[in-house]
């Protein structure tokens, strides 16, 4: 999610010059106890995001309040695959306040971070073994706010952005690049609708540059609301096209408190360019539909995933080879399963594979490395805490090596805390998230290495 999804200043920070070249970790095999972040801070760090590079060092980024300022601000932390932990570090402007983001690290180390910034998007680049340098405004016009966004990076280390933005009742899906020479190409237009908003994007970038991108449109009118999954295309080295809806749904009558529809779309691509993307379909009850298609071909019809109807919003992944990977909750079941299913290359998604069925209350995140290596986080509630667990599977169809990672923070937090991960090329893993109280709030690390 990777169903998943999902940053600036101008800073010189020394420390990250050994991100790209840091050698791999010599840490024991297996699951490895975790790092704290050296900061306290009265406000919890909201949903740390993480990446890797291709050496096991990892970037780590997030929000929270900063009561000096009254600002949300933006960090990040270097974690090296060997040695301390680097500092907390603000890329967000002084006196500026920062809403969704998302970061991406390649192989090689480069890494962006993007994030909405005072209703404009705003991009921060690191190159491989340097500094996130100063910020790069990408939402033109500025009489657009931005809303969300989301950054991949292929093989190359060229980023691509994809974002919604509204302008009175006019919403736009917009995509722009940054090459690895950090030259920012042009502002363009995938998708508009003049009275209807598009909203959750999700993206997925092939190591050459094909694109897939999905977003949910809605609209209500009539005493109905229509939801409906839509998505574009982009070959390497062109631009994106809009290919029209996945999957539509009609809740008659609107029920404005609890309303029923399409939600949470994510996407995953293969190395041959080939997607899948899967959303929830909330109601009573909820359930996960699914579509898949080849690289700038037709794709399949939108289907119901088989077995037990669903708690929350799906986690998508897929290898590089085309192995797909659905991970969710059951609905029914006291205590919650956390389930994954798997979908062969080309094939359709399997029975329900229970990972976990101990006090589950929240799947997290679900990332799949080139060779099928697979890392699976989630929430348990523990008494009146949240307990952050991952699992692990080196390959498709070996078994899951489950640990408990750390606590977390009480549970009205709730919301802010879902540990993410990554997974790089050689099957080493991360997981990030916060944990603590009130002036001891601190983020985490815990990676998972291979022999």
Not at 5 to 16: H, I, K
Not at 276 to 298: D, E, L, N, Y
Not at 312 to 326: H, V
């Amino acid at each position: 999610m990777k169903a998943f999804e999902r940053l600036l200043v101008v800073a010189v920070m020394a420390s990250l010059a050994a991100l790209a070249c840091a050698a791999p970790s010599a840490a024991a095999p297996g699951w490895n106890p975790p790092l704290e972040g050296a900061e306290r801070t009265s406000h919890v760090p909201e949903q740390p995001r993480v990446g890797l590079d291709s050496a096991g060092n990892a970037a780590m980024a997030w929000t929270r309040f900063d009561p000096d300022s009254g600002m949300r601000v933006l960090e990040t932390r270097i974690v090296p695959a060997a040695g301390p932990s680097g500092p907390a570090v603000r890329l967000s402007a002084p006196g500026a306040s920062a809403g969704a983001f998302d970061i991406a690290v390649a192989p090689d180390g480069r890494a962006v971070a993007v994030w909405e910034q005072d209703g404009q998007l705003v991009a921060s680049v690191r190159p491989p073994g340097g500094a996130f340098g100063a910020g790069q405004t990408l939402s033109k016009p500025a009489a657009e706010n931005a809303a969300a966004a989301v950054v991949e990076l292929d093989a190359d280390g060229d980023a691509t952005v994809l974002w919604t933005t509204i302008q009175g009742s006019a919403w736009r899906v917009r995509t722009t690049t940054i090459d690895a020479g950090d030259v920012n190409g042009p502002t363009t237009l995938v998708h508009m609708e003049a009275a209807a908003q598009l909203n959750e994007p999700a993206l997925a970038v092939d190591p050459t540059g094909r694109a897939h991108g999905v977003w949910v449109r809605a609209q209500a009118g009539g005493g109905d609301r229509t939801t409906t999954v839509q998505r574009a295309y982009r070959p390497a080295g062109g631009g994106f096209a809009y290919q029209g809806d996945l999957d539509s749904f009609v809740e008659s009558p609107y029920n404005m408190e609890s309303p029923a529809g399409l939600r949470a779309p994510s996407v995953a691509v293969d190395r041959d360019g080939r997607a899948v993307a899967a959303w929830m379909r909330s109601g009573f009850p909820s359930i996960i539909r699914w579509s898949a298609g080849p690289a700038g071909g037709t794709w399949t019809a939108a289907a119901t995933l088989g077995g037990e109807a669903t708690a929350g919003a799906p986690l998508l992944a897929m290898s590089g080879a085309g192995e797909a990977l659905i991970a969710g909750t059951s609905a029914a079941d006291t205590p919650r399963k956390l389930w994954v299913a798997r979908r062969p290359a080309g094939g359709t998604f399997g029975a329900q594979e229970t990972v976990a069925d101990a006090a589950v209350h929240t799947p997290a995140d679900l990332a799949v490395g080139a060779g099928g290596e697979t890392v699976l986080t989630w929430l348990t509630l523990d008494g009146g805490d949240y307990r952050a667990r991952g699992a692990y599977r080196s390959r498709p169809g070996a078994a899951w090596e489950e640990t408990a990672l750390g606590a977390t923070a009480p549970t009205f937090y709730s919301g802010t805390l879902l540990p993410t991960a990554a997974v790089n090329a050689g099957g080493h893993a991360a997981v990030a998230w916060s944990a603590g109280a009130p002036d001891t709030f601190h983020t985490l690390l815990a990676r998972y290495e291979v022999a």
